[in-house]
């Protein structure tokens, strides 16, 4: 008799769940480069009876079961800023930045200059070029981050060259994980080179890709479903309420 | 109920994001105003099921984990250094520099400003300086009487002296360019703090070495847009509704779990 409690808590709990990847979707709304998540259930069976031996068979009750998340490595839209040290990448595919705890992997291509004219993110961590860090001489100026993502300056009215942005991708994206500060880290796998067909976008920058009408809709669902649950179980409540009231009402006399 | 704090990190994100665009809306026509704009990123996820865990003893690993995010953070507000519109004046002391750097400000205190607001003006000893009445850096002084200012696009200060029929050079105006403009510190009245983030100045003549050129009788316009702020200002707005939405679900849920006990 408690197996309906049981069955709507474990649903319950994975709703919970649910809301809360849900909200941290609609927080990011305006995070550049990030990628929604969706939950993913699975049924878990009880198991049977030990006597087994009835001539109606035990019925395996099932619960469910938040299994993993799900992140949505779909293009974000891009919107134009018209800063030199914004760029986009087009395509699968990251950017390698070098963090403290090693190489990190992000989609958030808003960078910046630090004081030694090093290419780094808004976090200050250095951008990885095809060698080392890309460096940036003072006199630099009309920076330009072509589509196959080799940097060139203008300098003394000559281009010179600075480098390339690595663009780097993974044979199995879900199993990197999310680091936070937009950063994911390999999982152990190795980085590979990109595709031809993911090229950079100087003077954009990536938005998140989460759907506001999507997400909303998820919520409606998840609110709904709850409430469903929480009548379901009051029901049972009652059930058993009422079961105690009637079997317990024996005249005394 | 992590989902009532997660969405609040997303309403407090975008309220941010509404103070930025109404202060870059405020200054739509402040002369060399720089717009900012807020920058994002994810908070730490908790990871309920670790990614590439063993599933059995087999060998077998999870090939997707269970990770719920805790919400959004502001990680800053850069200044967008792109070039302003010019605008056309009449004054001769208006200067607005085309390309990189910064005019050079003597604050009263001693300490050198930057600004890229150049409608300059003469106090009463014929000294070049801003509106709030600070020196300009190196000090250009007109003598009485002078009249005919013209400014190069080097920066060369001639002035017609009374008495001549020739130009005279009175001065040579300087710029001040930067590693990582948006490293500065805003001071407010249209004036920049060197920063270890910024780098140290690098001071020349305009025109040289990827230095700026100046234009006389123009001013630079904030480089706000008005239709960038207000499509940003809606999805902000917007935004925050749908976190606020967020709030609301989570808390009916927390009341249909109150309300399950009668």
Redesign the interface.
Known sequence: MDNALLVGLSR?VA???Q??????N???????G?KG?S??FEEYLSSPARANAFQLKDQRVSFVQ?????ADFSQGPLTQ???ALDIAIAGPGFLAVDTPTGERYTR?G?L??????ELVT??GYKVLGANGPIQ?D????NVVIARDGSISA???NQTVDRGKVRLVNFA?T??L??????LYSS??QQAQATTATTYIVQGSIEKSNVQ?VV??SR??E??RA??TL?NL??RT?DLRNSAINKLADTSSS | MRALYTAATGMAAQELNVQVISNNIANMQTTGFKRQRAEFQDLMYQSLRRVGSNSSDQGTKLPIGLDIGAGVKTVGTPRIMSQGNFLPTDSPLDVAIRGDGFLRVQLPNNIIAYTRAGSLQMDDQGRLVTPDGYLIDPAITFPQNASNITISQQGEVDAMLPGQTTQTVIGQLQLSRFMNPPGLEAMGDNLYLETAASGAPQTGNPGVDGMGTLLQSQLEQANVSAVTEMSDLITAQRAYSMNAKVVTAADDMLQQTANMMR
Not at chain 1, 19 to 24: E, G, S, Y
């Open positions: 319950q709703l919970q769940r809301l809360d990847v849900i909200a941290n609609l927080a990011n709304i305006d995070t550049n990030f998540e939950v993913q938040d299994r993993s998340t799900l800023t018209g800063n958030n808003a910046a200059l630090n004081p030694q004219g808004h976090e940036f003072q006199n630099d100026t203008l300098n003394s199995d879900q199993r994980t999310k680091q936070g500060a937009s999982g152990g506001p997400e909303m919520m409606i998840v609110s709850y409430t929480a179980l009051t409540d």
